[in-house]
T-cell receptor, first 114, second 111 residues
């Protein structure tokens, strides 16, 4: 199993550009989520999904969209990039949304918005 | 990644010594806690968890202690090895709510 994969690993955008961060998992997990990690701060939840066709907002959803058309894939879209979205983005998956289910994290995407 | 760790407290220990990493949590309703390890350039990795009905839980070379009175968690790593160098952070999870992650502590193992 590849686990949780994310692409790209690095990305530089100009303010106002849009892009999609890709996330895929091959563990047949129902629950998937996106976090951002900023210097000196803990991970913050952006959006999550409890299964295909179901998504919901987390703590910091503004400026981001998600969709979940398949169990495997959970892309994160930046609609109009802003410097405040410069961060490291992690996708995670777990068997279900039970908090005791281990979350498996991808390797991250480092995004810089100029 | 490295930029995430720039603003974090650092604990430096000699190889072979024991390490103690601390975490204060904020929500007295939190009843489940997890410690994660994040190596440079990688995603966080689950280490050990503990429920609030326990004071102590042991894993392989790691022990987590929970003090609910002062809302404090600690992670003890026995016989620290170079491969233990990483950022360690805790998460508190109140029932029915999202995870709240701490910013972490960077552990540096000296040869």
């Amino acid at each position: 199993n590849a686990g949780v994969t994310q692409t790209p690993k690095f990305q530089v955008l100009k303010t106002g550009q849009s892009m999609t961060l890709q996330c895929a998992q091959d563990m047949n997990h129902e629950y998937m989520s996106w976090y951002r990690q900023d210097p000196g701060m803990g991970l913050r939840l952006i959006h999550y999904s409890v299964g295909a066709g179901i998504t919901d907002q987390g703590e910091v959803p503004n400026g981001y969209n998600v969709s979940r058309s398949t169990t495997e894939d959970f892309p994160l879209r930046l609609l109009s990039a802003a410097p405040s979205q410069t961060s490291v983005y992690f996708c995670a998956s777990s068997y279900s949304n039970r908090r005791t289910d281990t979350q498996y994290f991808g390797p991250g995407t480092r995004l810089t918005v100029l | 990644g490295e930029s995430v760790g720039l603003h974090l407290p650092t604990l430096s220990v000699q190889e072979g010594d024991n390490s103690i990493i601390n975490c204060a949590y904020s929500n007295s309703a939190s009843d489940y806690f997890i410690w994660y390890k994040q190596e440079s350039g990688k995603g966080p990795q689950f280490i050990i968890d503990i429920r609030s009905n326990m004071d102590k839980r042991q894993g392989q070379r790691v022990t987590v202690l929970l003090n609910k009175t002062v809302k404090h968690l600690s992670l003890q790593i026995a016989a620290t090895q170079p491969g233990d160098s990483a950022v360690y952070f805790c998460a508190e999870i109140p029932y029915g709510q999202n995870f709240v992650f701490g910013p972490g502590t960077r552990l540096s193992v000296l040869p």
